[in-house]
């Protein structure tokens, strides 16, 4: 058996002092399968308050991790979600308490394909169990437990984030007092699954993956991990976006190479896209996240649709959506919204006009935060005990 120590890249330089805690109250998946004794990473930012009224917990998208403000010790780089997240920003840290965990089946820190698995004695690869977005929201319960909070000011997330939040609310409807989903939808499209089954043949079709063995030979399919990522990010933005910022511009050049290296800007900026993703992340954990996001079904789960689905929530919903987005349309967040007003639910709804597609969310912008901002200070002003 080859040595355990180093056998990924992150694993071989491990994360100091990483907030995590050990899920003992065994999880049955819904895959048949349980789990117990388990991993569950976080970070928080801010401090809760004494009556414990002001915590907001995020859920992160995809490839998203816990580090959602400040510096990610891992990458050096700035969180994920700097530009709304921390002091005096849109969701203010000098007055609320922010939580976010890493999923159950990710690589920074909660159980995934990566763990040793304990029977083995070596990383699960594909012995992992298949897990779903509902999972993935129940072994998070188990952190609100953990640090003492009964009941949230307001849960969010964007992309599969926004996912784990409508699954949250649906099933602990009494956890949290506001929610807002953004850019996202109640099940996957054939498209958005048609784009995750092309990013994990990526993967699989790279002869390092050896049916997600790599780690016998401390090594990582890069090559399908990085066109994995190039897909993925192409479905992040949008054609006007896309045609604005990079155009038919050259990348360094005056005229064509007549060759197959980077001729373009876009294809420079998929490439350093693709290249910079395998250095944090899994190949098996994308494999798993996107089946997650695949069997995500509201509907199928609560048999009478989406109105079933809703009927219990005391929660407020704000749902918001990008007009460019096609990857989690404004009509599939419009139909959330539909379904949310057929039940009885208080909720508002806000369609934020900008060209930069899906990864709106993510970056500066200013009717987003704005928008956001209001919501979640007029929450608390109602909330307060």
């Not at 969180?79 to 203010?92: C, E, L, N, Q, Y």
């Not at 699989?204 to 990582?220: E, R, S």
Request: with cysteine; aromatic share 12%; net charge neutral.
């Amino acid at each position: 058996m080859p040595s355990l120590a180093g056998l990924f890249f992150w694993m071989s330089r491990k994360i100091e002092n990483i907030n995590k805690i050990i899920v003992s109250k065994p999880l049955k998946l819904d895959c048949g399968k349980t789990i117990k004794d388990f991993p569950l990473a976080f970070e928080t930012y801010g401090k809760l308050n004494d009556n414990k009224d002001n915590a907001i917990l995020v859920f992160h998208a995809l490839t998203g991790d816990q580090f959602v403000a400040e510096t990610n010790p891992i990458t050096k780089k700035d969180g994920w979600w700097v530009t709304a997240v921390g002091p005096g920003k849109a969701i203010d840290t000098n007055k609320y308490f922010v939580i976010c965990a890493n999923v159950i089946g990710g690589c920074m820190g909660s159980l995934g394909p990566s763990d040793i698995n304990k029977e083995t004695n070596q990383p699960y690869g594909l012995d992992f169990p298949v897990i779903t977005i509902k999972d993935i929201v129940r072994a998070q319960e188990s952190l609100l437990d953990h640090l003492g909070i009964k009941k949230l000011l307001c849960a969010t997330g964007g992309s599969m984030g926004g996912m784990q939040l409508l699954q949250f609310c649906t099933t602990f409807p009494e956890k949290t007092f506001s929610a807002i989903p953004i850019a996202c939808s109640s099940s996957h499209s054939a498209q958005n699954i048609a784009l995750n089954e092309l990013a994990r043949q990526a993967i699989m079709a790279d002869p390092v993956w050896d049916n997600g063995k790599y780690f016998l030979k401390n090594t990582q399919p890069k090559n399908g991990l990085a066109v994995a990522r190039m897909v993925g990010h192409i479905s992040y933005l949008s054609e006007q976006g896309m045609q604005e910022k990079f155009g038919r511009k050259l990348q360094e050049k005056a005229d064509y190479e007549f060759s197959f290296n980077a001729d373009f800007q876009v294809e420079s900026y998929l490439r350093h896209q693709g290249s910079s993703f395998v250095e944090r992340f899994d190949a098996n954990s994308i494999l798993y996240i996107t089946r997650a996001m695949d069997y995500f079904d509201l509907s199928k789960q609560f048999n009478g649709g989406l109105v079933e689905a809703f009927k219990n929530q005391s929660a407020k919903f704000l749902v918001i959506s990008f007009s460019s987005d096609w990857l989690y349309t404004t009509k599939e967040n419009k139909d959330i919204v539909i379904a949310l007003n057929a039940s009885g639910a208080d909720v508002s709804y806000s369609e934020i006009e900008t060209d930069k597609g899906h990864d709106s969310f993510l970056l500066n912008e200013p009717e987003f935060l704005k928008t956001l901002k209001a919501f979640i200070d007029s929450m608390y002003e109602k909330f307060k005990k």
